[in-house]
């Protein structure tokens, strides 16, 4: 047999296999289609390969076993087998564009979600750093604290006024950053407390590791102000250089002579001074009356509004006079 001519038709197929081969080969067309959308040259040029070869097979005539209603559903024309193919690949193009908006968003959120962890890592890895340096600073204060009190009491003192509760008070906000800070300490037994005070007082500092350190009851406001109310004889007996404390809760004892006075309310102050033979508290008198500076009002009165140039101001009124002849 000679080989056929350039113009020779193909032969119809009539085994399975070519109308299998018939029936992939649009799929394959249409794979080629969807991946020339996207760019794939090499699936592009062999589904345009696909699509010529089509074109080998007859435009009319039916296929062998195939019945008249698979026939008119067959495309026969080049034309019908290209305006098929346009349809799947517009089809495909529209749910590949709307598959690739949503890739590129989740994509975007993947994104934003990496840059929230590192931030948060950093973040963790951040105060863990912080936690580490207040648990240092804590501990170097707790040896801080063992040792000033090892300083200023006997060892079997230091064991009744074992620590119960200390802690740094914050520092100012528009404080310098090498500002000292004060520090609240609470002991276990009172004793502790008026040992310690006993062994500062008359110290305005007590030097400890370079620094000096300053004492104080850390007192309420209303404590602070209950106090003052003594203020009279608490002046009158450092004056006389006459010893006296302040107890628990609210109390002040006084020493002289071998004997203590505990007092309580403000209005004992006069017996006890009388008591103590102490001179009694001047007498609070309401200051005498002084004049003051005059007041605001009381000045000279200031001088009416001229205006720079009266012949203007008169034009002026004249020209909204004329304007406004009802005054308005």
């Known amino acids: 047999m000679g080989k056929k001519s350039k113009h020779q038709k193909a032969s119809k197929p ?6 299998g081969d018939l029936l992939l080969r649009p799929a394959k067309a249409a794979e080629a289609f969807a991946s020339k959308y996207n760019g794939d040259t090499t ?8 699509l010529d070869e089509l074109d080998e097979f007859p435009s009319t005539g ?3 076993g195939a019945s008249s209603d698979e026939e008119n559903n067959l495309p026969s024309t080049k034309g019908d087998k290209k305006a098929l193919f346009r349809h799947i690949h517009t089809l495909f193009a529209a749910d590949i564009a709307t598959l690739r908006v949503e890739i590129h968003t989740v994509e975007g959120r993947v994104k934003k979600t990496e840059e929230d962890t590192q931030g948060l890592t950093a973040r963790c890895i951040q105060l863990e750093a912080h936690n580490t340096e207040l648990r240092r ?3 170097l204060l707790t040896n801080r604290l063992d040792r000033l009190l090892a300083t200023l009491l006997t060892q079997q003192q230091v064991t009744a006024a074992a620590i119960e509760v200390f802690y740094r008070i914050r520092r100012a ?13 609470q002991l276990q037994t009172r004793s502790a407390q008026r040992n310690i005070m006993a062994e500062v007082r008359g110290k305005t500092t007590h030097l400890f590791d370079t620094a000096n350190l300053s004492f104080y009851q850390d007192l309420s406001k209303p404590t602070l102000t209950w106090r003052g109310l003594f203020k009279p004889l608490t002046a ?3 004056q006389h250089s006459i010893p006296y404390c302040w107890a628990f809760p ?3 004892v006084i020493m002289h002579g071998g004997a203590t006075t505990r007092i309580t309310d403000p209005s004992e102050m006069d017996s006890v001074l009388s008591a103590l033979d102490l001179p009694p508290r001047p007498e609070q008198t309401t200051p005498a009356w002084r004049p003051t500076t005059p007041h605001v009002w009381d000045m000279a009165a200031v001088k009416p509004f001229q205006p720079a140039n009266p012949g203007a101001s008169a034009t002026f009124k004249a020209q909204r006079a004329a304007k406004h002849p009802s005054g308005t």
Request: charged share 20%.
């Open 137 to 139: 600073s804590q501990t």
């Open 173 to 185: 906000a528009k404080a310098p950053v090498g500002t000292s800070r004060d520090v609240i300490l």
């Open 250 to 252: 609210r109390s002040l």
């Open 43 to 50: 699936s592009a040029s062999s589904g345009e390969q696909a």
């Open 236 to 238: 009158t007996l450092r």
């Open 14 to 19: 009539t085994g399975a296999g070519d109308i």
């Open 62 to 64: 039916g296929l062998h």
